[in-house]
């Protein structure tokens, strides 16, 4: 039994000295996001974003020798249970920074991350009030309004100025919906009608045949999940008008989908090698799709900050994350951006879907 | 520390909860799944009076509690015109149509954009911001709550809703005022209700119709009865429990592409576990 | 027309829901218990519909072979989980809280093992239109309103002409009484909980086919099909049905006269109102 005790504790003293020099610190980041319920359905595409970007990053060897490790946490979309895993991961797990989405619980943490100097940083929530909900909170891409003007511009410069709005009602739809009631007047349209739809819900039938009625050259559309069903069934009821949105159009499935002919969209310029598609499809056997797209964005930025830092032997804080984001202020990753202040400017372009492929037809930038 | 007082002043806000639900569910025999608009009313009113700096925090608090007796009153005089079963429906669509009015009266309640940036509470002029702070008034809340509970069930209207419990038609008979018996023990919950609203909107300084809806509802119905019902006990135990459950289940190690809907499996798995082997909670009488 | 084309999808719409509510109404006339995990059932039809399809089944093979494992599922649910609460003597909150539970643990299955996206049904001729005048219909949704007026009719001949039908009338307006004259009620359950499984995979399979395949979705219909359900009578088999098309001509008319947002809203106002006056339904036998 000694002779057993011995060899058990030479074994443990050889894998503690040589266990602790070989491995460098891993750093460990938070992301809180709806894993469940129905948000699911959209909080499923920015995790595997985040976590494919990461994978590809440690497989790599980590940053500077550091592997990267997100924890994830489930709010269900809820801004109580947000709290709670904020909380829970400052307190107990020390990350200096929280990927985030959704605007309820986003806006119920910026006031906690500022207290904490905690890096928030949002890919999905396009909210105008997130712009200034925190000095910590850095949102990747831009508020919803920018795009809004820009496709708002170009559809009544295409001759279509009577105009019938689809929006989901929900903080983000609705975030369009006003946005689109401000700048199709603006560039000279009128607003003949607007039609809500709930979250998840895929019968949009009622909805464009309502629409419809009012006869409206194009159709402006502020959702964020079901627009396949919705292009499907546009089709099915023989539906003429243009369909304009953002660039929450860029679904692949959509994209493929014969029914979603013509549809225009403004789109955020994005650098996306084919291999890079394939390899994720490979993995988790579908598209990568707006949302995957947008965090696997952010976290190609966040690891660029990091191996700022880590090159630089400084403390990796909240604080010294963003003030190396803000410093570094370009980015080229998948989705090339700047950062002039909290939200990220981007180039948008105007695209439009033309037999199974998103074709651009005008490039901009939303200055 | 700061993760400790969060789970500790949300469970004491579901605590108010749960003595709500419990006095007007298990008590009163009221089935309700409308709570949560209840919760919701308080929440709004009190966020509402503190972000157009009409009223400070106590005043504000206080309209929001009698304004939910009356809005509890309301919404259980159906039940008592129509029978348990039916009730359970109307309860359902109450609470459906509430979220519908929280979600789009957006001049009232922000729509579904929520109310931001509610400031915290002040007490004599001071404001409580730090955590530490929030959770002792929270503390001091549940408390207050739960000796007037003790107290209510040890008076004769506390015994009188035992009785109508166990034989209404027999205190009908005793010539006693079961209407009133019920709609008193409704007012109350109401009450309870809307404390916790007051404090809830606070805490989180952000309010959404997310917070309000059907789930919260049957997250306060699970509370009662895995915490046991028609006990006071069994009201502290629940909250306690079932918001440190996920927290727990977090722990164990599953793979990361379905470790969230593995979790609220064995959530689900639990509650069943639960009603099978002990349906009367942890501390609750057999309902 | 615009109301034209309202109407024949709403129509289309509410046959649907009417075969979720008859199926629901046969299980709680019944055995009395407010069957949630039945949206359980009417999801994962469609999942394991789009399973089979995915894998190369004929397509009618794939609707008859998810009906069939559903009757199972239903019946495994009354076996395994129903019956030995009932043995417990558990009340009817704890049974539904078991419900949802179960519920809980079917909805997460299915997202661990599908993931949460919207899957379509890869089935080409779902979307073919058929046109008559200016209103158009897919054939899906034609299919489903012919499908569910058969399943209509199909229960309606079943529960009145066949001897379990009248069993299960039976077993459902005294099961006291059944009891007695052996007609041995908990078989009878099994049988309940199987056919109406049974019925309920068949808008399970078909309103993806047409809509798209989510978790997370089934409770939405279940709960606006107990209000037709109630609304209609409870026991009444044509109340439930009509009740079902009625609230779903309601909602896509509505947008005529008042703005989407409320048209759900509306409707739930509308059923409190009504629970007010008229609790017992439209359609309710003398009992």
Redesign the interface.
């Known amino acids: 039994m000694n002779r057993l005790i011995r060899c058990a504790v030479a074994v443990l003293a050889i894998c503690l000295t040589f266990g602790g020099v070989a491995q460098a610190e891993t750093i460990r980041l938070g992301a809180i996001l709806p894993l469940t319920g129905p948000g699911a359905l959209i909080g499923t595409q920015q995790m595997r974003g985040i976590q494919f970007a990461i994978d590809q990053v440690n497989a790599k060897g980590g940053v500077n020798g550091n592997k990267i490790e997100v924890l994830f946490e489930d709010n269900q979309a809820k801004p109580d249970q947000s709290i709670l895993s904020f909380n829970k991961l400052v307190d107990l797990q020390k990350v200096p920074m929280i990927f985030s989405a959704y605007s309820g619980p986003t806006l119920a943490m910026a006031p906690l991350a500022t207290r904490k100097k905690v890096l928030l940083i949002n890919a999905g929530a396009q909210a105008d009030k997130l712009a200034t909900a925190s000095p910590y909170l850095i949102n990747t891409l831009p508020t919803i309004g920018d795009e809004v003007s820009v496709i708002s511009k170009y559809v009544v410069g295409e001759g279509k100025k009577r105009a019938a709005i689809l929006f989901e009602n929900d903080a983000a739809g609705i975030a369009g919906r006003d946005d689109y009631l401000k700048a199709f007047p603006a560039a000279g349209g009128t607003i003949l009608a607007q039609e809500p739809t709930q979250f998840g819900q895929t019968d949009f039938r009622p909805a464009l045949l309502k629409l419809a009625d009012s006869k409206p050259d194009v159709m402006l559309v502020s959702i964020t999940a079901g627009l396949q069903q919705m292009a499907q069934q546009y089709k099915q009821l023989g539906l003429k008008f243009m369909v304009a949105g953002t660039t929450f159009f860029q679904d692949p499935s959509v994209v493929a989908d014969p029914a979603a002919q013509g549809f225009v969209h403004t789109q955020v310029r994005i650098d996306a090698p084919p291999a890079l598609a394939a390899a994720f499809k490979q993995k988790y056997g579908v598209d990568m799709e707006f949302f995957v797209r947008q965090y696997y964005n952010a976290t190609e930025i966040v690891v660029a900050v990091l191996d700022k830092l880590t090159a630089e032997k400084k403390p990796i804080t909240g604080e010294s994350m963003r003030d190396t984001l803000l410093a570094i202020r370009k980015f080229n990753g998948l989705i090339p951006l700047e950062f002039k202040s909290n939200t990220a400017t981007v180039k948008l372009d105007i695209n439009v879907m033309k037999d199974g492929k998103d074709v651009t037809i005008k490039q901009l930038s939303n200055e | ?7 500790i002043a ?1 469970a004491e806000i579901y605590v108010l909860l749960s003595l709500s639900t419990n006095l007007l ?1 298990g008590i009163a025999g009221i ?1 309700s799944v409308s709570q949560a608009a209840v919760f919701g009313v308080g929440a709004y009113i009190v966020a509402w009076f503190l972000m157009n700096n009409v009223l400070g925090f106590v005043p504000a608090f206080l309209i929001a509690a009698a304004g939910c007796v009356v809005l509890n009153i309301l919404l259980t005089l ?1 039940a008592l ?10 309860s ?3 609470q ?2 509430a979220t ?2 929280f ?2 009266w957006t001049t009232g309640t922000g ?4 109310l ?2 509610i400031p915290p509470p002040d007490l004599f002029g001071k404001a409580l911001e730090s ?1 530490g702070q929030i959770v002792t008034l929270c503390s001091a809340a549940m408390v207050l709550s739960c000796v007037a509970f003790w107290l209510v069930m040890r008076a004769p209207f506390g015994r009188m809703l035992r009785a109508i419990r166990e034989d209404e038609l027999a205190v009908a008979a005793a010539g006693k005022n079961v209407l009133r018996a019920k709609v008193s023990a409704a007012a109350l919950a109401g009450a309870f209700a809307g404390i916790a609203g007051g404090l ?1 909107a606070t805490f ?5 119709p ?2 309000f809806d059907l ?1 919260a509802s ?1 997250l306060m ?2 509370m009662v ?1 895995v915490g046991g ?1 028609r006990t006071l006990t069994g009201s502290i135990i629940g909250p306690f429990l079932l ?1 440190a459950l ?2 727990i289940l ?1 722990l164990i190690e599953i793979p ?10 064995l ?6 576990a639960f ?2 082997f002990r ?1 009367q909670g942890l501390a609750g009488e ?2 | 027309m615009l109301a034209v084309q309202l109407l024949v999808n709403g129509f289309v719409t509410g046959c649907a829901l009417g075969v979720v509510a008859i199926s629901f109404s046969l299980i709680y006339a019944t055995t009395k218990i407010f069957h949630v995990a039945h949206a359980g059932i009417y999801t994962l039809a469609g999942y394991l519909a789009w399973t089979f399809v995915s894998h190369g089944v004929p397509d009618i093979a794939a609707l008859l072979l998810a009906i069939a494992l559903g009757a199972l599922g239903g019946a495994a649910i009354q076996q395994f989980l129903y019956a030995p609460l009932e043995r417990r003597k558990a009340t009817h909150l704890v049974v539904l809280i078991a419900s949802l539970g179960l519920l809980a643990v079917m909805q997460n299955i299915i997202a661990a093992v599908y993931s949460a996206n919207i899957l379509q049904f890869p089935v080409p001729w779902g979307s073919r239109m058929v046109a008559a005048g200016s209103i158009r219909l897919t054939w899906t949704q034609l299919l489903t309103a012919v499908l569910s007026l058969a399943a209509y009719a199909g229960t309606m001949w079943f529960a009145h002409r066949t001897i379990l039908g009248k069993r299960i009338r039976a077993v459902a307006s005294n099961p006291f009484l059944a009891e007695i004259t052996r007609l041995q009620p908990q078989a009878v359950y099994i049988y309940v909980l199987a056919i109406a499984s049974a019925i309920v995979c068949l808008p399970g399979v078909l309103v993806p086919l047409d809509l798209g395949l989510q978790p997370y979705g089934g409770i939405t219909p279940l709960l606006t099909a107990t209000i037709a359900m109630i609304a209609g009578g409870v026991g009444s088999i044509s109340g439930a049905f009509a009740l079902s098309v009625l609230i779903a001509e309601l909602q896509n008319l509505s947008l005529l006269v008042i703005p989407g947002e409320w048209s759900i809203g509306i409707t739930f106002f509308i059923f409190v109102i009504f629970m007010l006056f008229r609790p017992t339904g439209l359609f309710t036998k003398a009992r």
């Not at chain 2, 015109?81 to 109307?90: A, I, L």
């Open positions: 520390m700061d993760f400790l007082f969060s789970y949300l569910v089935f159906p015109r129509v029978s348990g079963d039916y009730f359970v429906v109307t359902f669509g109450i459906l149509l519908a009015v979600t789009n729509g579904a954009n929520g931001p940036g955590t809830y989180l300084s952000f309010v959404d997310t917070s789930d049957i119905l699970t009865v019902a918001l996920p927290q977090t990361t592409t379905i470790a969230a809907a593995a979790r609220q499996l959530y689900g798995v639990l509650l069943i009603m099978l349906p057999k309902l």
